[in-house]
């Protein structure tokens, strides 16, 4: 064995242990394992959920958000806010199922897709295939990767280059921005 194979193999037994010690399914090891969480992400809906497609847009004004949505609502989805870390009862959630946009409920990542970062916001190493739109913000000092719902153009967070492997991503989502929608339907 290589020093190369060895220090990998010891990667992956370390963070497939972490997966482990949390109670979550083993990690994908390949991006063919993504492909696949991405491709039967439906087998973790509930029966009874009708997805919205992401080709329907959902176009509101800022008055119509207002009234759907509460007041920390509409501060992260319509004007880019950012929940307190650790303030989602969602960091928590383990059961399978899939993770719906609060402001338009398209199904944007499954229970597979989620791990605990320990940022204090729900994390996601990829998502369900082309429910996003990305645009760089400037906020901070160093730009950042912004990511929002492509049906209703709520923001959810952002996304980093320090995910676990095979796709190095972290989707850094606010709790307040999601719905869960368990797979055994009831909430
Ligand atoms: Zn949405």
Known sequence: MTRRKLLQGLLLASVGGFFARNGIAAPPASMKDIENLQKNWRALLAKDFK??????PLKLSKEEWRKRLDAEQFQILREEGTERPGSSPLNDEKRPG???????????????MKYESGTGWPSFFTTISGVFGTRTDY?????????????????HGHVFDDGPPPTG???CNNGVALKFV???GAV
């Open 139 to 155: 906020k901070l000092i160093w730009p950042r990767t912004e990511y929002h719902c492509i049906r209703c153009g709520g923001h």
């Open 169 to 171: 991503k972290r989707w």
């Open 182 to 184: 368990p797979k055994s």
């Open 51 to 56: 997805a919205p497609p992401p080709s329907e």
């Open 98 to 112: 899939v993770f719906i946009c609060l402001g338009c409920n398209l199904p944007l990542f499954t229970s597979e």
